[in-house]
């Protein structure tokens, strides 16, 4: 179900940059056990006006996901996020390669 769960999050897209939250290196974690998902993930900035909206999505994202009864996202900020988490994909996007 992990998985599932990450390729699900591949459609959520940071709001600022476009980007999908995996690809961006945003999601630090995902553990499931009986259809509860918990999910760690970083923004780019602790500052990030998107915040609310960037969970709700996550959210409804992994809700989607077939047996998926509970999720729940944990913000964090330790490690703090830096650009080489993104993917080769996410930084030749943002013309970094």
């Known amino acids: 179900m992990k998985d599932q769960v990450l390729s699900a999050l591949k459609k959520v897209k940071d709001l600022e940059l476009g980007i999908n939250v995996v690809d961006l290196g945003l999601i630090y974690g995902i553990k499931e056990k009986g259809g509860k998902v918990a999910i760690t993930m970083s923004l780019t900035t602790p500052f990030c006006p998107y915040l609310p909206q960037m969970l709700e999505q996550v959210k409804k994202a992994a ?33 970094m390669l």
């Open 63 to 95: 809700r989607g996901v077939e047996g998926v009864r509970e999720v729940e996202v944990a913000v964090v900020w330790v490690p703090p996020w830096t650009p080489q988490r993104m993917s080769a994909e996410a930084k030749a996007e943002l013309g």
